[in-house]
């Protein structure tokens, strides 16, 4: 009975910022990594952030300097910080953890991002 629900995302003027959070309810043990994805109109799921436990956050380009990812595995959670946000950010964004164990990751319902020009 593991879920994840995402909250922050919301319709935003260009230039602005949002916090995307992502909470996991139920027994996860042995997270491996935490991410951010996206998939926008007409576009296939991307990755956007993605974080794991020996290594430093990696970033889709066209997000660096702009995206902030962070988790605390303790407490189950992960952000995404997004700043100086554009109109091709527009997308529904989605949390993920790898976990050790089938079913091997779990995914979030989504949250909707939009960026008005």
Do not use: H
């Not at 139920?26 to 974080?51: F, T």
Request: a positive charge; glycine letters at 10%.
């Amino acid at each position: 009975q593991v879920q994840l629900v995402e909250s922050g995302g919301g319709l935003v003027q260009a230039g602005g910022s949002l916090r995307l959070s992502c909470a996991a309810s139920g027994s996860i043990v042995s997270i491996n990594a935490m991410g951010w994805y996206r998939r926008a109109p007409g576009k296939q799921r991307e990755l956007v952030a993605l974080i794991s436990s020996r290594s430093n956050p990696n970033y889709a380009d066209s997000v660096k300097g702009r995206f902030t990812i962070s988790r605390d595995y303790a407490k189950k959670m992960v952000w995404l910080q997004m700043n100086s946000l554009k109109p091709e950010n527009t997308a529904v964004y989605y949390c993920n953890y790898q976990v050790a164990t089938i079913p091997y990751d779990y995914w979030g319902q989504g949250t909707q991002v939009t960026v008005s020009s």
